[in-house]
């Protein structure tokens, strides 16, 4: 059951996790860097950086390892009990993801937060959808038929006046009282 190209489940779990903890550290590293040197003063803004890339973005890494991680085992989970890998199983993964993170802030927060999971990820996988459908080239058009021509009325094609009225065949010019 693979989806998009992806390792099977158990694997991808892991695969997840590891992606997820690099992802927080190196933006945590560029965001906790920048905010080291502004909040140092002249003179350690190096020192200030480096603190803060060293103390702050394995928390953010570990931070996004665990949501990348939940978020896997749902999605394999639900795979595994709906026998599909579709875009239903990562919405509804975000929102499982996002409302036992938040748990431990009570009800009320689980389920705003389960709300806003299940929206991002909806958006994000809408998205996906959308791109998915925009790259793809335009179905082929329908193959031609062998269908029989309308019956035209035959005329003798001489252009002479039985066609068009005029006793010049429609090819005179000039008036009758030219000459």
């Keep these: 059951m693979t989806h998009q190209g ?4 158990p694997g991808r779990i892991w695969n997840d996790v590891g992606g997820a903890f690099a992802m927080g550290c190196i933006g945590g590293s560029l965001v906790h860097g920048f905010s080291g040197v502004r909040n140092s003063p002249p003179g350690e803004r190096i020192m200030g950086a ?7 973005a394995p928390k953010l890494g570990g931070s996004f390892a665990v949501w990348g991680g939940l978020f896997s085992t749902f999605d394999c989970s639900l795979a595994a009990i709906r026998g599909q890998e579709d875009s239903i199983n ?6 499982l993801t996002g409302g036992l993170l938040a ?9 705003k937060a389960a709300a806003i999971g299940g929206l991002l990820l909806g958006l994000i996988e809408g998205m996906s959808l959308y791109l998915q459908r925009l ?3 335009p179905p082929p058009p329908p193959p031609m038929m062998d269908m029989p021509l309308p019956d035209m009325p035959s005329g003798g094609g001489n252009g002479g006046p039985q066609e068009d009225g005029y006793a010049d065949g429609g090819y005179g ?3 009758d009282d030219e000459e």
């Design 6 to 9: 992806r390792e099977p489940c």
């Design 50 to 56: 480096y603190h803060g890339i060293r103390v702050r």
């Design 90 to 95: 990562s919405i509804a993964s975000g929102a």
């Design 103 to 111: 748990a431990r802030n009570g009800l009320s927060a689980s389920v």
């Design 135 to 137: 790259s793809q080239p």
């Design 173 to 175: 010019g000039g008036y």
